[in-house]
T-cell receptor
Framework: SQTIHQWPATLVQPVGSPLSLECTVE??????LYWYRQAAGRGLQLLFY??????ISSEVPQNLSASRPQDRQFILSSKKLLLSDSGFYLC???????????FGNGTRLTVT | QQQVKQSPQSLIVQKGGISIINCAYE??????FPWYQQFPGKGPALLIA?????SEKKEGRFTISFNKSAKQFSLHIMDSQPGDSATYFC??????????????FGTGTSLTVIP
């Protein structure tokens, strides 16, 4: 069976510090990978998605970047965090040509 | 532009009652309509899904009703239980094998089931 791991679960970082959130998927190969952000009490905002190693598509211009160094690894980064980067970050995956999206348990990021 | 519109924003139902959440879409290219359930502090989990060539799908107490001509679909939770209290998201997706599947989410409905 397939599983998705996301860490850390919670993170408190000062403004201006760097960020690195990691996500890995097990039990499948060549998944489509996604990063979403969810503000408190709000919906899901797509940030980045990737259909293969080194291929990143950005949906929203912002202070964040994403990378996919390995087939089942997706990383969300920032060089300098802003207060507005606080939120709940979710990694997700889907099979190529399959419609279901599967989410990890998220990272709660608080920028102070 | 919101591709999938969801209502209501919040819903309070008595235990044993029926919870109904509605969604509407415009793009007829959507080919899959899932519902997700999210508990506080957790990621959304796929609950039930339907394809546009089916008018209804039932899994236990959860039923999706789909009206292709009206471009609407809804989630019905029968015999609602306090454990069903969560946020529910409807979604619609298009499969693009080469450029990545696209998923569009509603804004969510916070369901509270009162004992």
């Amino acid at each position: 069976s397939q599983t998705i791991h996301q860490w850390p679960a919670t993170l408190v970082q000062p403004v201006g510090s760097p960020l690195s959130l990691e996500c890995t998927v097990e039990g499948t190969s060549n998944p489509n990978l996604y990063w979403y952000r969810q503000a408190a009490g709000r919906g899901l905002q797509l940030l980045f998605y990737s259909v293969g190693i080194g291929q990143i598509s950005s949906e929203v211009p912002q202070n964040l970047s994403a990378s996919r160094p390995q087939d089942r690894q997706f990383i969300l980064s920032s060089k300098k965090l802003l207060l507005s980067d606080s939120g709940f970050y979710l990694c997700a995956w889907s099979r190529t040509a399959a419609p279901a999206l599967h989410f990890g348990n998220g990272t709660r990021l608080t920028v102070t | 532009q919101q591709q999938v519109k969801q209502s209501p924003q919040s819903l309070i139902v008595q235990k044993g009652g029926i919870s109904i959440i509605n969604c509407a879409y415009e793009n007829t290219a959507f080919d899959y309509f899932p519902w997700y359930q999210q508990f506080p502090g957790k990621g959304p989990a796929l609950l039930i899904a339907i394809r546009p060539d089916v008018s209804e799908k039932k899994e236990g107490r959860f039923t999706i009703s789909f009206n292709k001509s009206a471009k609407q679909f809804s989630l019905h939770i029968m015999d609602s239980q306090p454990g069903d209290s969560a946020t529910y998201f409807c979604a619609a997706s298009i499969i693009y094998p080469n450029t990545g599947n696209q998923f569009y989410f509603g804004t969510g409905t916070s369901l509270t089931v009162i004992p």
